[in-house]
Nanobody, 126 residues
Framework: VQLQASGGGLVETGNSLRLSCAISGGAPSAVGWFRQAPGKEREFVAA????????YFADSVKGRFTISRDNARNTVSLQMNSLKPEDTALYYC??????????????????????WGQGTQVTVSS
């Protein structure tokens, strides 16, 4: 599975952005979004399981971000509303290997994901 993230940009606080993760080479069992700010570790943002469409969110983005899947376009989108300066980071989409089940106990762990797209930069100005 190959993934390519896009849609990042520079926005003001309170505005919205929609990131897209284009998927090729097969259907993943799940797709996760992670982000990494300068000097910080990569952190989990949101995840979607492919078959059951379970969704998971980091506490810091609950109520502001949503994750969805577009079957026709084979993409997973991350809709980010009410953006804050602390959301500034390089955002990545990722997929686990086909044998790896993503569930409530592991969705937030980067090591569960094997295929990573290139990052897309999100910058939120104050």
């Amino acid at each position: 599975v190959q993934l390519q993230a896009s849609g990042g940009g520079l926005v003001e606080t309170g505005n919205s952005l929609r990131l897209s993760c284009a998927i090729s080479g097969g259907a993943p069992s799940a797709v996760g979004w992670f982000r990494q700010a300068p000097g910080k570790e990569r952190e989990f943002v949101a995840a979607l399981t492919w078959s059951l469409r379970n969704t998971y969110f980091a506490d810091s983005v609950k109520g502001r971000f949503t994750i969805s899947r577009d079957n026709a376009r084979n993409t997973v989108s991350l809709q980010m509303n009410s953006l804050k300066p602390e959301d500034t980071a390089l955002y990545y989409c990722a997929a686990p290997p086909s044998y790896q089940k993503i569930y409530s106990g592991n969705y937030y762990l980067p090591q569960m994901y094997r295929s990573w797209g290139q990052g897309t930069q999100v910058t939120v100005s104050s």
